[in-house]
């Protein structure tokens, strides 16, 4: 069974960054794709950031040019480093992963495995 867990969440003010991680467990990490989605009070959760197992990324318009996703698969750790943050950055940030599949990298429906989710709160 696959493990995900989330870190790195937390209160930074507007143009301010943080670095999410996401430790995996139980799985051969390197064969997995993995994404990063975000889902805010009263909203559906919602793409990010994606990752394949051979390195091509994907990311929301919102947030390209902002936030870079990155994996280290000799620590079986992806990230997402977000930099200049905004209010409506402001979400519950949730890891998902799943086995190489060639298939959308940017629906939730396609992810088997997720992270319990980690608080980010962007202040004004």
């Known amino acids: 069974q696959v493990q995900l867990v989330e870190s790195g969440g937390g209160l930074v003010q507007t143009g301010g960054s943080l670095r999410l991680s996401c430790a995996a467990s139980?799985?051969?990490?390197?064969?997995?794709?993995m994404g990063w989605f975000r889902q805010a009070p009263g909203k559906e959760r919602v793409f990010v950031a994606a990752q394949s197992r051979y390195g091509t990324s994907y990311y929301v318009n919102s947030v390209k040019g902002r936030f870079n996703i990155s994996r280290d698969n000799a620590r079986s750790t992806v990230f997402l480093q977000m930099n200049s943050l905004k209010p409506e950055d402001t979400a519950v940030y949730y890891c998902?992963?799943?086995?190489?599949?060639?298939?959308?990298?940017?629906?939730?429906?396609?992810?088997?495995?997720w992270g319990q989710g980690t608080q980010v709160t962007v202040s004004s």
């Open positions: 139980g799985g051969t990490f390197s064969t997995y794709d």
């Open positions: 998902a992963g799943r086995l190489y599949s060639g298939r959308s990298l940017t629906d939730r429906a396609e992810y088997a495995y």
